[in-house]
Nanobody, 123 residues
Framework: QLKLVESGGGLVQPGGSRRLSCAASGFTLEHYTLGWFRQAPGKEREGISCISGSIVSTHYADSVKGRFTISRDSAKNTVYLQMNSLKPEDTAIYYC????????????????WGQGTQVTVSS
């Protein structure tokens, strides 16, 4: 019943921008923490941003702070990740996930996951 579907990935030049979307169904966004995570080849899954609550609270990993922005549109039941000033090291599969804790970027504390969308930053 609870479903998350990411979209918006693709090939981006260094310094470029990309917006990822995560369409949610089967639950109310305000009742969960929604997180964005990424996993590069050979590396562990990394939490990069999350958004929580009926009163919005956001949190960012240091690696993306100042470049990425998380937001949500409750009317569309969708969460977004705006990515600016992209670097080659941002290349990864990006996932959205839902969990029950606020301001948490640990993947193991999220219970529901989307299928991921590939972002490749290369010239």
């Amino acid at each position: 019943q609870l479903k998350l579907v990411e979209s918006g990935g693709g090939l981006v030049q260094p310094g470029g921008s990309r917006r990822l979307s995560c369409a949610a169904s089967g639950f109310t966004l305000e009742h969960y923490t929604l997180g964005w995570f990424r996993q590069a080849p050979g590396k562990e899954r990394e939490g990069i941003s999350c958004i929580s609550g009926s009163i919005v609270s956001t949190h960012y990993a240091d690696s993306v702070k100042g470049r990425f922005t998380i937001s949500r549109d409750s009317a569309k039941n969708t969460v977004y990740l705006q990515m600016n000033s992209l670097k080659p090291e941002d290349t990864a599969i990006y996932y959205c996930a839902a969990g029950y804790y606020r301001d948490i970027l640990s993947p193991r504390l999220y219970d529901y996951w989307g299928q991921g969308t590939q972002v490749t930053v290369s010239s």
